[in-house]
């Protein structure tokens, strides 16, 4: 493709690939085609590797709150994030970081694998993800006014009265649990993050299009990927978690990259299940419940699972208060807790369902039209007044 004629030769007709560059140190098969990359490879070898964590589904089921977490993401058009999962392998994670390069103006990112370059363009890397590919080559755009009110929508879903503050703003306030939930797997996976305690402002961003619905948000999946991997390949501090991210990125796309047998993954906890929950402070078992907790001091909020309180297609009230029932009851073994307004359990998934398919279809209707204005817009046409 002509965007990416800049790359291949350098002057005097010697390939940017031809030269290898010796190692530091111990350099695990790799070739460095420059020796920036085997500076950079350097660096991130003395990080940790931890395994991205993917969302497990039987979890999300299991505490009622799949079909809400599914309806946040599909409002983005990510809903797709759900399904994936990869290991994580050191040596294909600082094969890749250590040459990764990228271009948001001609859309493009470039490594390294298994000593072989490779190259892949913005939108297939937003369509393996399952993120729809944009157009402006920035990762957000906000497209409505007034400017999107940070604070405003964070006192809308948290229980602090303090301002958001990207720096000390934590997740644990944010009380609904899909909400929540919706931030720890956005925070694990395309945000690359190993500590996600406090929320970022553009995880905030991708929180509010997911209660506003899209029209009021365009996310360029291929461009979002290429910024995080970017930037943990160029940091000097912190666990790198993206290496699942990458291996899904190698074995799902048009490069087709197959791992020997001999590549070994990295051991740890590498899925959002109840375990997970458990030490992030999320929740707490008690007896066939679980409890779900909110603030710094994991204060017991309600009990889960609750289909009928979490279901996001009906709700209007972010700050999920407790049932009243519940709020004179503490946490402790035992029991079974019955929702006033629940419903008998195989209806109440047919209109989980049903719910959703119409949630889908209003969220495609709104999409195609963004889309179709973005491309258009993209061509040199702007929209005209009147008939």
Same mark, same amino acid.
């Given at each position: 493709?002509?965007?990416?004629?800049?790359?291949?030769?350098?002057?005097?007709?010697?390939?940017?690939?031809?030269?290898?560059?010796?190692?530091?140190?111990?350099?695990?098969?790799?070739?460095?085609?420059?020796?920036?990359?085997?500076?950079?490879?350097?660096?991130?070898?003395?990080?940790?590797?931890?395994?991205?964590?993917?969302?497990?589904?039987?979890?999300?089921?299991?505490?009622?709150?799949?079909?809400? %977490?599914?309806?946040?993401? =599909?409002?983005?058009? !990510?809903?797709? &994030? #759900? $399904?994936?999962?990869?290991? /994580?392998?050191?040596? @294909?994670?600082?094969?890749?970081?250590?040459?990764?390069?990228?271009?948001?103006?001609?859309?493009?990112?470039?490594?390294?694998?298994?000593?072989?370059?490779?190259?892949?363009?913005?939108?297939?890397?937003?369509?393996?993800?399952?993120?729809?590919?944009?157009?402006?080559?920035?990762?957000?755009?906000?497209?409505?006014?007034?400017?999107?009110?940070?604070?405003?929508?964070?006192?809308?879903?948290?229980?602090?009265?303090?301002?958001?503050?990207?720096?000390?703003?934590?997740?644990?306030?944010?009380?609904?649990?899909?909400?929540?939930?919706?931030?720890?797997?956005?925070?694990?996976?395309?945000?690359?993050?190993?500590?996600?305690?406090?929320?970022?402002?553009?995880?905030?961003?991708?929180?509010?299009?997911?209660?506003?619905?899209?029209?009021? %948000?365009?996310?360029?999946? =291929?461009?979002?990927? !290429?910024?995080? &991997? #970017? $930037?943990?390949?160029?940091? /000097?501090?912190?666990? @790198?978690?993206?290496?699942?991210?990458?291996?899904?990125?190698?074995?799902?796309?048009?490069?087709?990259?197959?791992?020997?047998?001999?590549?070994?993954?990295?051991?740890?906890?590498?899925?959002?299940?109840?375990?997970?929950?458990?030490?992030?402070?999320?929740?707490?078992?008690?007896?066939?419940?679980?409890?779900?907790?909110?603030?710094?001091?994991?204060?017991?909020?309600?009990?889960?699972?609750?289909?009928?309180?979490?279901?996001?297609?009906?709700?209007?009230?972010?700050?999920?208060?407790?049932?009243?029932?519940?709020?004179?009851?503490?946490?402790?073994?035992?029991?079974?807790?019955?929702?006033?307004?629940?419903?008998?359990?195989?209806?109440?998934?047919?209109?989980?369902?049903?719910?959703?398919?119409?949630?889908?279809?209003?969220?495609?209707?709104?999409?195609?039209?963004?889309?179709?204005?973005?491309?258009?817009?993209?061509?040199?046409?702007?929209?005209?007044?009147?008939?």
């Amino acid at each position: 493709m002509p965007r990416f004629k800049s790359i291949a030769r350098k002057e005097g007709g010697e390939s940017s690939q031809s030269r290898s560059y010796a190692p530091l140190h111990e350099n695990l098969g790799i070739n460095f085609p420059t020796q920036a990359s085997a500076l950079r490879f350097a660096s991130l070898s003395a990080r940790q590797i931890k395994p991205t964590k993917f969302v497990d589904r039987a979890t999300l089921r299991e505490l009622g709150v799949y079909n809400g %977490v599914r309806d946040l993401f =599909g409002r983005i058009d !990510a809903d797709d &994030l #759900l $399904k994936i999962y990869a290991q /994580t392998f050191k040596r @294909i994670t600082l094969e890749v970081l250590s040459t990764f390069s990228c271009s948001m103006t001609d859309r493009w990112m470039r490594f390294q694998v298994f000593n072989e370059p490779k190259i892949l363009d913005f939108d297939h890397v937003g369509d393996i993800f399952g993120i729809e590919p944009g157009y402006d080559g920035e990762p957000f755009t906000y497209n409505s006014s007034p400017i999107y009110p940070a604070n405003a929508f964070w006192h809308r879903i948290s229980d602090t009265q303090a301002d958001y503050d990207s720096q000390r703003s934590k997740g644990s306030s944010i009380l609904h649990p899909c909400l929540r939930i919706a931030h720890r797997i956005l925070s694990s996976t395309i945000f690359c993050r190993s500590d996600s305690g406090t929320v970022l402002s553009q995880e905030l961003f991708l929180l509010h299009g997911m209660v506003e619905y899209l029209e009021h %948000v365009s996310l360029d999946g =291929g461009a979002l990927i !290429a910024q995080k &991997l #970017l $930037k943990v390949a160029e940091s /000097t501090v912190g666990d @790198i978690c993206c290496g699942g991210l990458i291996t899904w990125l190698i074995t799902e796309s048009r490069l087709q990259v197959v791992i020997p047998e001999e590549e070994v993954p990295v051991e740890g906890l590498d899925r959002l299940n109840i375990e997970a929950f458990t030490r992030f402070h999320f929740l707490r078992k008690v007896g066939r419940r679980y409890s779900w907790l909110v603030g710094p001091h994991h204060t017991h909020h309600s009990y889960l699972p609750d289909r009928v309180r979490t279901r996001v297609n009906v709700h209007t009230d972010w700050l999920f208060p407790p049932p009243q029932e519940e709020g004179q009851e503490q946490a402790q073994e035992g029991g079974q807790h019955h929702h006033p307004h629940a419903q008998p359990r195989g209806l109440e998934e047919r209109l989980d369902d049903l719910t959703h398919q119409v949630s889908q279809n209003t969220t495609t209707l709104a999409n195609l039209e963004r889309n179709l204005y973005g491309y258009f817009r993209h061509q040199g046409y702007e929209p005209q007044e009147g008939p």
